[in-house]
Structures are given as structure tokens and as C-alpha cells.
């Protein structure tokens, strides 16, 4: 599939991600009835019950529930990342498809360790950990620890995204540059760096002290600051950047871009806010795959790319 078939990715990107989204929601509706449950529905992209029957099941039940689909989800992107190296030569199209749905389990690791330190709630609205963690009555600093690392994993998934989109796409460009980053490229990048960290930080703490990070700019200054900060290290005169920018981020740009109408079908869900979550991985992968050397050699991928 040529990088021309852009319309083509595209889809592929959107239909991908919404059949991940739709198995793991499956997998709560699935795993919450074997449990005794009668989880059903709520949304588009949301299973679970009403808030106030959570009292009347059994703690392990609704941990249950909640924590094996985002397990399953995370291990498909693993599972997938380890049989496309080893199946190189099958249909191209089907390839991209299930490399998108490495993209989204790998970081989405990071995703649900992030929000862990969020109110628990059983009505599916997407904060899986936090369930989980009420359950187990994880300690604070606990919650807090894990939401940072979960960040830390977030940004370095990159590496591994950029790993999926090297063994999916054999024609993608693997010559990067040591073409010099102007410094007010690098000064604004730290800047947005320093940024992502400290929302982080904040959205971690914050669980000390009881009150509710939902509704503050943590996330937002996370994801933006990161993705902006990837943005300006990119060397993007280089084969490797281009390559990932036409193959990779503007089709899956424009795949998620095309879910988000559907996010405000019977009173919002998650496909309005796909492209946030699911972007920022990619713009770090075409950061690396810029890179020769520098800033971010640190976390590129071992593979010689000259
Ligand atoms: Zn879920």
C-alpha cells in the first residue's frame, strides 16, 4: 500500500481503532456478566452500570470487570508488535490495520496509569485503573506514583510506536539527519517539556490531597506540551520524518479526526477525544525517527537506520 493511498490509511486508521475501542468495551460487557454483573451498554464506548448499584456487587466482581479489558487491550498492542515481526509478508493492508492497534494498546498502557488517581466509577466512563485501584484501597502516594510513571511510559511508548510503524511499513524511509535544530527550537521545546512534566507532577499529587484533577489543564498541559515539544525537536527535512508524516500521522490524523463526530452521538464518548490521546505517541515516533543524534538519542530505538 503506497504512501499515496492516503484516504485508504485513513479509514483503515479510523476502522482500526474503533474495533479495538468496541472489543475492549465487549470485554467489559463479557467479563462483568461471567462476574454476575448485569453491565450493559451506557454509551457508544462505554459499559458498566448505573452508579448507584455499584453497592450491591461483590468489590473483586467489579474489579473484574473493569480491569481485564484495559489488560487485553494493552497485550493486543504487544501481541500484535511481536506477530507482525514475525509476518512480514502478509497482506499490506491487513498489516496497517493491526499496527494501529499496537499504536493504541501500547501507550494506552500509559493512559490508564495516568488517570488511576481519577474518583472510582463504575458506570464506564473510561477510568478502568481507578477502579480497580479503589478496589484493591490503594494508598495515595501509591495512586500517585503510578500516575506519574504512567506518563513516563506514555512519552516512551514513542519508541515503540516508532518500532511498530518500522516493522509494519518495510518502504518507509529509515534516513534521519543531524541537520542542526535551531535554538529557540530547543529552548521552546524544554520550555513545553518542563510544561507536560510539572501537569503531570500535579495531576499525581493532587491525589494527596483529596481533591478531584478532572477538570484542571494537568491533562491538556501533558499531552500539548508533549506533543509540541516533539513537534520542535523534529528534524523534518529529514527522509525518516517525512516518511512517518505522510505514511503514519496525517492518515491517522484524519482517521481519528473522522471518529470525533460520532463522539457526541447519545451525550458524548470517546471517540471525541481519540485523536488527542492517540496523536501525541506519533508525533514522538516521527521524532525519533528524525533523529540521528541528539536530544532524543537517548530513547531511540537500538535498529541502525543509516
Ligand atoms: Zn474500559
Given at each position: 500500500?503506497?504512501?499515496?493511498?492516503?484516504?485508504?490509511?485513513?479509514?483503515?486508521?479510523a476502522?482500526?481503532?474503533?474495533?479495538?475501542?468496541?472489543?475492549?468495551?465487549?470485554?467489559?460487557?463479557?467479563?462483568?456478566?461471567?462476574?454476575?454483573?448485569?453491565?450493559?451498554?451506557?454509551?457508544?464506548?462505554?459499559?458498566?452500570i448505573?452508579?448507584?448499584?455499584?453497592?450491591?456487587?461483590?468489590?473483586?466482581?467489579?474489579?473484574?470487570?473493569?480491569?481485564?479489558?484495559?489488560?487485553?487491550?494493552?497485550?493486543?498492542?504487544f501481541?500484535?508488535?511481536?506477530?507482525?515481526?514475525?509476518?512480514?509478508?502478509?497482506?499490506?493492508?491487513?498489516?496497517?490495520?493491526?499496527?494501529?492497534?499496537?499504536?493504541?494498546?501500547?501507550?494506552?498502557?500509559?493512559?490508564?496509569?495516568?488517570?488511576?488517581?481519577?474518583?472510582?466509577?463504575?458506570?464506564?466512563?473510561?477510568?478502568?485503573?481507578?477502579?480497580?485501584?479503589?478496589y484493591?484501597?490503594?494508598?495515595?502516594?501509591?495512586?500517585?506514583?503510578?500516575?506519574?510513571?504512567?506518563?513516563?511510559?506514555?512519552?516512551?511508548?514513542?519508541?515503540?510506536?516508532?518500532?511498530?510503524?518500522?516493522?509494519?511499513?518495510r518502504?518507509?524511509?529509515?534516513?534521519?539527519?543531524?541537520?542542526?535544530?535551531?535554538?529557540?527550537r530547543?529552548?521552546?521545546?524544554?520550555?513545553?517539556?518542563?510544561?507536560?512534566?510539572?501537569?503531570?507532577?500535579?495531576?499525581?499529587?493532587?491525589?494527596f490531597?483529596?481533591?478531584?484533577?478532572?477538570?484542571?489543564?494537568?491533562?491538556?498541559?501533558?499531552?500539548?506540551?508533549?506533543?509540541?515539544?516533539?513537534?520542535?525537536?523534529?528534524?523534518?527535512r529529514?527522509?525518516?520524518?517525512?516518511?512517518?508524516?505522510?505514511?503514519?500521522?496525517?492518515?491517522?490524523?484524519?482517521?481519528?479526526?473522522?471518529?470525533?463526530?460520532?463522539?457526541?452521538?447519545?451525550?458524548?464518548?470517546?471517540?471525541?477525544?481519540?485523536?488527542?490521546?492517540?496523536?501525541?505517541?506519533?508525533?514522538?515516533?516521527?521524532?525519533?525517527?528524525?533523529?540521528?543524534?541528539?536530544?532524543?538519542?537517548?530513547?531511540?530505538?537500538?535498529?541502525?537506520?543509516?
Amino acid at each position: 500500500m503506497a504512501v499515496a493511498d492516503g484516504g485508504l490509511r485513513a479509514a483503515l486508521v479510523a476502522l482500526s481503532v474503533a474495533s479495538v475501542l468496541f472489543l475492549h468495551e465487549c470485554i467489559h460487557l463479557a467479563i462483568g456478566r461471567l462476574a454476575g454483573i448485569p453491565a450493559a451498554f451506557t454509551g457508544l464506548t462505554s459499559v458498566g452500570i448505573p452508579r448507584a448499584d455499584a453497592s450491591l456487587y461483590a468489590g473483586w466482581r467489579l474489579a473484574l470487570m473493569n480491569g481485564t479489558a484495559p489488560l487485553v487491550t494493552v497485550l493486543a498492542g504487544f501481541v500484535v508488535l511481536h506477530l507482525l515481526a514475525r509476518w512480514q509478508n502478509g497482506p499490506e493492508r491487513l498489516r496497517f490495520f493491526l499496527s494501529w492497534w499496537a499504536i493504541f494498546g501500547i501507550p494506552y498502557l500509559g493512559l490508564q496509569l495516568m488517570i488511576i488517581v481519577l474518583p472510582v466509577d463504575f458506570s464506564g466512563n473510561g477510568v478502568d485503573s481507578a477502579a480497580v485501584a479503589g478496589y484493591l484501597n490503594a494508598q495515595p502516594w501509591v495512586l500517585a506514583v503510578l500516575s506519574f510513571a504512567g506518563f513516563l511510559w506514555y512519552v516512551r511508548a514513542g519508541r515503540l510506536v516508532l518500532h511498530m510503524i518500522e516493522i509494519a511499513d518495510r518502504d518507509a524511509p529509515k534516513i534521519g539527519t543531524d541537520a542542526r535544530i535551531a535554538a529557540w527550537r530547543h529552548v521552546a521545546a524544554w520550555g513545553l517539556l518542563v510544561i507536560a512534566f510539572a501537569g503531570a507532577m500535579r495531576f499525581a499529587l493532587e491525589a494527596f490531597a483529596s481533591r478531584l484533577p478532572g477538570g484542571s489543564l494537568d491533562l491538556p498541559a501533558m499531552l500539548f506540551g508533549w506533543s509540541g515539544a516533539c513537534v520542535l525537536w523534529t528534524r523534518w527535512r529529514s527522509f525518516a520524518a517525512r516518511g512517518v508524516w505522510s505514511g503514519w500521522l496525517i492518515p491517522g490524523a484524519i482517521g481519528l479526526l473522522a471518529l470525533v463526530p460520532l463522539g457526541f452521538i447519545g451525550g458524548g464518548n470517546d471517540f471525541a477525544q481519540l485523536w488527542l490521546l492517540e496523536l501525541p505517541p506519533v508525533f514522538a515516533a516521527t521524532m525519533l525517527a528524525s533523529d540521528q543524534r541528539g536530544i532524543v538519542a537517548f530513547t531511540r530505538p537500538r535498529r541502525g537506520r543509516a
